[in-house]
């Protein structure tokens, strides 16, 4: 299958700073990315859509001041958690297809922790 | 409004037998379902897809049934093995976007 990655794995911050999340497609151009978050022991829950060049499109309730979406090549999408809370920690994963129509191909997820 | 959803938040299946996870829909859009198995601390890994003009996929040990008009799929394991404990989520997605929606998960343990 594809492969996707993230970096940072994981990162710890602290309130009122910005935490920057790169999610790469390896080995195909992905012309959509999607970010999501997920809360300990919940659902993935959709916060973007990311199409390269092109500003996202994202879920009701996801701010996107807050939440910077910049797809800026085929291949890589980064997500810029702005003036960062505690209760923006989370897991952030992101995911890309292809095509559309194709299987999202996920990444192995960011951890952030908000002090 | 929770669109998809898996009832059962954990199931324990003794090894070699069978695993049955279920879900349920209520958007009658949804036209492609997918499996996702995850681990701790990782991105969800494709399973098995179906689409809605089918009723049944099988890939190897895992197949998925989907029935229409009761707005509900399963996930069968069989053998189950150790290494399949991990969270299930299913997800689907409607005719002509992308986006998929989620289930809450299934934890399955499956025990020696």
């Known amino acids: 299958g594809a492969v996707v990655s993230q970096h940072p794995s994981r990162v710890i911050c602290k309130s009122g700073t910005s935490v920057k999340i790169e999610c790469r497609s390896l080995?195909?151009?992905?012309?959509?990315m999607f970010w999501y978050r997920q809360f300990p022991k919940q659902s993935l829950m959709l916060m973007a859509t990311?199409?390269?060049?092109?500003?996202?499109?994202?879920e009701q309730g996801v701010e996107k001041d807050k939440f910077l979406i910049n797809h800026a090549s085929l291949t890589l999408s980064t997500l810029t958690v702005t003036s960062a809370h505690p209760e923006d920690s989370s897991f952030y994963i992101c995911s890309a297809v292809l095509r559309y129509g194709d299987t999202q191909y996920f990444g192995p997820g960011t951890r952030l922790t908000v002090l | 409004d929770q669109q998809v959803k898996q009832n059962s938040p954990s199931l324990s299946v003794q090894e070699g037998r069978i695993s049955i996870l279920n879900c349920d829909y209520t958007?009658?859009?949804?036209?492609?379902f997918l499996w996702y198995k995850k681990y701790p601390a990782e991105g969800p890994t494709f399973l098995i897809s179906i689409s809605s003009i089918k009723d049944k996929n099988e890939d190897g040990r895992f197949t998925v049934f989907l029935n229409k008009s009761a707005k509900h799929l399963s996930l069968h394991i069989v053998p189950s093995q150790p290494g399949d404990s991990a969270v299930y989520f299913c997800?689907?997605?409607?005719?002509?976007?992308?986006?998929?929606?989620f289930g809450t998960g299934t934890r399955l343990q499956v025990f020696p």
């Open positions: 080995d195909f151009q992905a012309t959509t």
């Open positions: 958007n009658s859009m949804f036209d492609y």
């Open positions: 990311s199409n390269e060049g092109s500003k996202a499109t994202y």
């Open positions: 997800a689907a997605s409607a005719q002509y976007t992308d986006k998929l929606i």
